[in-house]
């Protein structure tokens, strides 16, 4: 059968990614943050794209700053932060530079992931990215489209 989306993306310079959907019903992907691989949360209703604390030397993040910014989510507030700004992120064969990521500390949402047989991951990619590359999810496929802006 054909796939009449993913050839109009695909003419409209959109990449694709497959998606791996978890026991936890979360899509998980892969990407590379300063050329190192990390496995990380896709979430349209996370903000800002996050790596946890520990990922910051595994990263080699650039800039980290502390940020008054309290960070919320799966069940925890008020979280401090940090912030690191240009990082260079990869996402399948989209290349971005200059991205701002929030450091914060992950560890509720991989013992969640943990205590229902997920592993664990390195971060988020939240909807600041999401909408920079207009982001489309095929749920029925597991695929995320993004565009090439290059």
Known sequence: MEDKLKDFLLTQDYVRVKLKLTKTNHFEIK???NGIKGVFILDTGASNSCVG?????KFTLKKVKDSKILAAGAGAIDMS???SKK???????LKLE???LVLFDLSHVNMALINHNSKPVDGIIGADI???VKAIIDY???YLYLKNLA
């Not at 604390?53 to 030397?57: H, L, S, W």
């Not at 990082?87 to 064969?93: A, E, F, S």
């Open 140 to 142: 029925d496929k597991k």
């Open 53 to 57: 604390f520990e990922a910051a030397e």
């Open 81 to 83: 932060t940090q912030v």
């Open 31 to 33: 990407a590379t943050i």
């Open 87 to 93: 990082n260079k992120l990869k996402i399948g064969r």
């Open 130 to 132: 999401l909408k920079k």
């Open 98 to 100: 200059k991205i701002t």
